[in-house]
């Protein structure tokens, strides 16, 4: 704000964009496993994106940073223990098509996240950028699906550097350590429900994610290396801001807007700096469509190179559906809290309802989804369709009410089978 | 379709899409202006040589609390010009611990018959001029280089002017005995709002003028900027009644809880240019906030030899007293952590505000530091505050006075159409999400 930079700032977002393409595209060959493995790097920083909020606007300390580290593993262990779903080529229409909702869901945070920081920081229309991101990471994926995505991702994980050196440059060269343990800022801490609802709700979106899936299938989601890079990147970041801000992370607050309101100091750093933010949000979005055209194409046989005679032509498709819905929804300016109420309800319907592995859990997932819609009509008209008690208690019933509906559907296929047998029909 | 094919309309979207969000990023919000003449040859804001007597009037020893607002005393200011009433009033406030405290204030409205309705009313929150009971606005509001004199001609007779009432706090403890209130948020927020609720009703104490109550605001500068935002994010649990339409923000004082960079400024070994007010910080932070900090952790013993002198000096000459030292040698350093402490409880920023501002800044102000407020603007916009933010790439601190007020957008049109039920601007271009607003460009 120091100067008017609005073309250098475009100049910038216009290169981020542009280095994204050029990233999704600079080979032809698979995706290496580093590749792989830095892309599921970004898919579980997704998490870390989602659930930040919650703590900085009451204040974030080094006890809210170790929550936060607890709750992006649970991204990771919801999504292992999910990995007794049926295979993909099983997966019955209501759970792909939930599950579908459920990646539309966490492409619009992602974009809500990104529309919001880059016209923060950059003084450009939020509306127009989280159009432009939703429509280049839409080309790239529906084009690529989890090769542009993956390498797209492992560029943005490269990127994040920038963010590190920064944060630590700040924190060693304005802050103190010792603040990190002993805060030097009075703090209300994060209300424990808010807490718990979101540990809750990063469970089951990751248990839920198709994009995390695939990583798993693929082996790129080796937990200690993964986890060690994923909290490695946000304990350096996060701790590099509590030292500088001493020991207490408010945000938004004047003293957090300090470095980002004043970017255009030096010349050129405004546009480094968000042609990096355009990179990191587009690999953000662009693995969250992939996760839903990885619905209809499940590419992990051919990125695992072995021949994959399972690709559909419809996979583009349902990309592009899902990221115009995010868009639509993104800019109807809900916010995101609520939305990750009603997606993680709508991720806890598939969850559940697979929990026994059972062979037809598909009316499970549609009792879940109905009951889901209900809970969220419920939730708006008492007002508390927010991270709290109110959505914790709906995950857990939707949870119960898919459990039970699948399970029980499942017995009446299991006791109809049996009768044929017996009957020797 | 070919890969190559795919790449090249992947291409064609990014480039597209850049130049979208060129042609569509919101207006500037920088005002091709030169520096205001009125004030371009402005010495500095705190131009005051006198330091004017303490009447009779500030003697509270009849004092009985009350509740917050209630006046409970005023006598007319003689020789006030023509067309305007001037008052000096003394109400009711309270301090942080909810203790009722006697506060006092100026008090100008028109000498003309009323609108209909009665006349808007804002309440001015004042800039930098001390701490003692000296200091304030109520004084010697019409006498020469006195600390109140340097904020009434640049501001409360031009409002008054417009067709305003404008009552103005002293802040506590700079009229009446109180604790010292420099740059305390809170606590200034009590005066500045009390002072509302002091004249918002026709007595003849203050000469029955009729004051209409659906056209309230605040405005301030300086200090005062920083007050009335405090006023206005303490307003819906403190004066909930006051249907405040905006607040005009004028170069805010505000000072990020950031202990290096007040490390920084601390350490400096030539500097002398913050000597005054980190004295006034150090009396009010240490008197409001004991638990946190004591004037022994903030100021050195240098520093704490030149205490006694806040009591009774103010504005120009208070600052040349305490400059013959660096700042260096009046504070201890590094900064004891309470006194950052005391700045995060102090200074707002965190709260939506229920009422839209106007913040005006100049990017030559030497005496704010303007990449504050760039910050504590980004802050606004992003807790969804309606935020209208001017910056004027040539002024400095004083000719911001008459810039606000005389160059397009000016705030007192600003404040005259949110009075007039016109929806405020916003140029936060993070509040496009979700709204039907559109921003407003300043050229």
Avoid at chain 1, 199 to 226: C, H, I, M, Q, Y
């Amino acid at each position: 704000m120091n100067r008017e930079s609005i073309l250098e700032i475009c100049l910038g977002i216009t290169a981020g964009l542009l280095i994204v393409v050029i990233a999704a595209f600079r080979s032809s060959k698979l995706p290496s496993k580093p590749v792989l493995r830095r892309s599921a790097m970004i898919a579980l920083l997704t998490y870390a994106v989602i659930a930040v909020p919650v703590f900085t606007i009451n204040g974030m300390t080094v006890v809210g940073l170790i929550a936060l580290l607890v709750v992006v593993v649970l991204a990771l262990v919801g999504s292992r223990l999910a990995g007794s779903y049926a295979s993909s080529a099983q997966e019955e229409p209501a759970t792909r098509y939930v599950r579908a909702l459920v990646g539309t869901g966490l492409a619009t945070v992602l974009l809500i996240a990104g529309g919001q920081t880059l016209a923060l920081v950059g003084r450009v229309d939020p509306r127009i950028m989280i159009l432009v991101i939703a429509v280049v990471a839409a080309v790239l994926v529906a084009g690529q699906g989890l090769v542009a995505s993956s390498r797209i991702s492992s560029l943005s994980m490269w990127l994040l550097v920038v963010p590190i050196l920064i944060a630590l440059a700040l924190g060693f060269m304005l802050g103190s350590a010792p603040v990190v343990i002993s805060p030097i800022r009075l703090v209300d801490s994060t209300p424990i429900a808010a807490i718990l609802a979101i540990a809750v709700a990063v469970f089951v979106l990751g248990g839920a994610d198709r994009s995390l899936e695939a990583f798993n299938k693929l082996g790129a989601l080796t937990p200690v290396r993964v986890i060690a890079w994923v909290l490695g990147v946000i304990l350096l970041v996060v701790v590099g801001l509590l030292m500088f801000f001493g020991g207490v992370m408010f945000a938004p607050s004047m003293e957090f807007f300090v470095v980002p309101a004043n970017i255009d100091a030096l010349p050129g750093l405004a546009g480094i700096l968000l042609a990096i933010l355009t990179v990191i949000f587009s690999a953000l979005v662009a693995n969250a469509l992939a996760g839903i055209g990885a619905l209809w194409n499940p590419q992990e046989a051919q990125l695992a190179g072995e021949d994959d005679s399972q690709t559909t032509t419809s996979a583009p498709r349902f990309v592009a559906i899902g990221a115009a819905i995010a868009v639509v929804v993104a800019l109807l300016g809900v916010g995101s809290e609520p939305l990750i109420v009603v997606t993680s309800l709508l991720a806890v319907a598939t969850v559940a309802a697979h929990i026994d592995g059972t062979a037809s859990p598909g009316r499970g997932v549609i009792a879940g989804a109905i009951a889901s819609a209900v809970a969220a009509a419920i939730l708006i008209a008492t007002q508390q369709l927010v991270l709290g008690w109110a959505s914790i208690v709906a995950t857990v019933i939707v949870a119960l009410i898919a459990f039970g509906v699948g399970r029980s559907a499942s017995s009446e296929s299991s006791q109809g089978v049996a009768s044929k047998v017996h009957t020797g029909s | 379709m070919s890969r190559m094919a795919k790449f090249f309309v992947a291409v064609a979207c990014a480039v597209l899409g850049g130049l979208l969000v060129f042609v569509t990023a919101p207006g500037t919000t920088l005002v091709d202006a030169p520096i205001s003449p009125e004030g371009s040859d402005s010495s500095e804001t705190i131009d005051t040589k006198v330091t004017p007597e303490l009447s009779s009037f500030y003697n509270v020893t009849s004092w009985e609390p009350g509740a917050p607002g209630t006046l409970v005393k005023a006598e007319p200011i003689e020789g006030a010009p023509t067309g305007v009433k001037l008052y000096r009033i003394m109400y009711q406030s309270t301090d942080l611990q909810g203790r009722a405290i006697p506060v006092t204030g100026l008090y100008a409205a028109p000498d003309a018959p009323a609108p209909e309705g009665g006349f808007p009313l804002v309440s001015f929150a004042h800039g930098t001029t001390g701490v003692g009971q000296v200091c304030g606005m109520s004084q010697s509001p019409l006498q020469e280089d006195t600390p109140a004199n340097s904020n009434y001609v640049p501001h409360i007779e031009p409002l008054v002017q417009a067709g305003w009432a404008v009552v103005a706090s002293d802040y506590s403890g700079m009229g009446a005995p109180g604790p010292s209130s420099y740059l305390v948020g809170p606590l200034e927020a009590r005066g500045v709002l009390d002072a509302i609720r002091a004249v918002e009703n026709s007595s003849p104490m203050i000469g029955d003028v009729p004051i209409d109550q659906s056209k309230l605001g605040v405005y301030g500068k300086s200090q005062g900027g920083e007050a009335a935002m405090s006023a206005l994010q303490l307003a819906p649990d403190y004066a909930s009644e006051l249907d405040l339409a905006g607040g005009v923000i004028l170069a805010p004082g505000f000072t990020p809880p950031l202990a290096g960079i007040l490390d920084a400024v601390a350490s400096n070994p030539t500097s002398t240019s913050q000597n005054m007010f980190v004295m006034l910080l150090a009396q009010s932070y240490a008197e409001n906030y004991p638990e946190l900090v004591s004037l022994d952790d903030i100021l050195s013993p240098t520093g704490l030899e030149k205490v006694s002198l806040l009591e009774s000096n103010c504005g120009h000459g208070l600052a040349e007293k305490v400059s013959d030292v660096p700042l260096s040698e009046l504070i201890n350093y590094p900064v004891a952590p309470g006194f950052v402490t005391a700045f995060g409880e102090a200074m707002p920023g965190r709260v939506k505000l229920e009422s839209p501002i106007m913040v005006v800044q100049g990017l030559k102000d030497k005496t704010i530091i303007p990449q504050f407020t760039h910050a504590q603007v980004m802050s606004q916009c992003a807790v969804g505050t309606t935020t209208f933010y001017v910056r004027y790439p040539e002024d400095d601190h004083p000719s911001l006075n008459y810039q606000a007020r005389l160059h397009n957008p000016s705030v007192i049109d600003w404040m005259n159409a949110r009075w007039a039920g016109e929806p405020a601007p916003s140029n936060c271009a993070n509040q496009l999400l979700g709204t039907l607003n559109t921003t407003t460009a300043v050229n």
